[in-house]
T-cell receptor, first 112, second 113 residues
Framework: QKEVEQNSGPLSVPEGAIASLNCTYS??????FFWYRQYSGKSPELIMS????GDKEDGRFTAQLNKASQYVSLLIRDSQPSDSATYLC????????????FGSGTQLTVLP | ETGVTQSPTHLIKTRGQQVTLRCSSQ?????VSWYQQALGQGPQFIFQ???????GRGNFPPRFSGLQFPNYSSELNVNALELDDSALYLC????????????FGEGSRLTVL
């Protein structure tokens, strides 16, 4: 079992819709969770971090964390073509955030 | 504020050669982490440097080594290159060692022939 799993996609949504990206992780000791966005040919960019169960909202982005289910998700409301990118879920390993384990990413395409 | 810069951006080496990749951390950041990203995969942690010392290492062999300098810049060295070392090498800086809020450079694309 991979430590961090994401649906590879591709995921396509129409402009204005809600995009839902999901991630599961295997280490119950994980405490820090991150979503990075990576445009094609570019480096990852942090868009959300979440540390406690529940929802965390930042503009059009909402991160949701459920530690009991070992599940973290990212919702993008009012999706825009500029949101088209690969979204990487990252989780700390062994109780320390110094080493992140990334999923393989979900490729999102927002159709105009 | 200066972002994370990496050099070179692209390079081609042959199997068995050695390579050095360089990274300047973002202004104010004292910690540098290196990640390897193979095509179609997420980044994989190589190691982290803090106060010029290695401060955590992923599942990479000893031929991957690094340095951090007093100005917080860093180098990644890979000896005895193998074909599977072909990847994007990402440097990320942060303030402090125990944070996953990383700022990545644009990476060095290494091709091993």
């Amino acid at each position: 079992q991979k430590e961090v799993e994401q649906n590879s996609g591709p995921l396509s949504v129409p402009e204005g819709a809600i995009a839902s990206l999901n991630c599961t992780y295997s280490d119950r000791g994980s405490q820090s969770f991150f979503w990075y966005r990576q445009y094609s040919g570019k480096s990852p960019e942090l868009i959300m971090s979440i540390y406690s169960n529940g929802d965390k909202e930042d503009g059009r982005f909402t991160a949701q964390l459920n530690k009991a289910s070992q599940y973290v998700s990212l919702l993008i409301r009012d999706s825009q073509p500029s949101d088209s990118a690969t979204y990487l879920c990252a989780v700390n390993v062994g109780g320390s955030a110094r080493q992140l384990t990334f999923g393989s990413g979900t490729q999102l395409t927002v159709l105009p | 504020e200066t972002g994370v810069t990496q050099s070179p951006t692209h390079l081609i080496k042959t199997r068995g050669q050695q390579v050095t990749l360089r990274c300047s951390s973002q202004s104010g950041h004292n910690t540098v982490s290196w990640y390897q990203q193979a095509l179609g995969q997420g980044p994989q942690f190589i190691f982290q440097y803090y106060r010029e010392e290695e401060n955590g290492r992923g599942n990479f062999p000893p031929r991957f080594s690094g340095l951090q300098f007093p100005n917080y810049s860093s180098e990644l060295n890979v000896n005895a290159l193998e074909l599977d070392d072909s990847a994007l090498y990402l440097c990320a800086s942060s303030w402090g060692i125990d944070t996953g809020e990383l700022f990545f450079g644009e990476g060095s694309r290494l091709t091993v022939l």
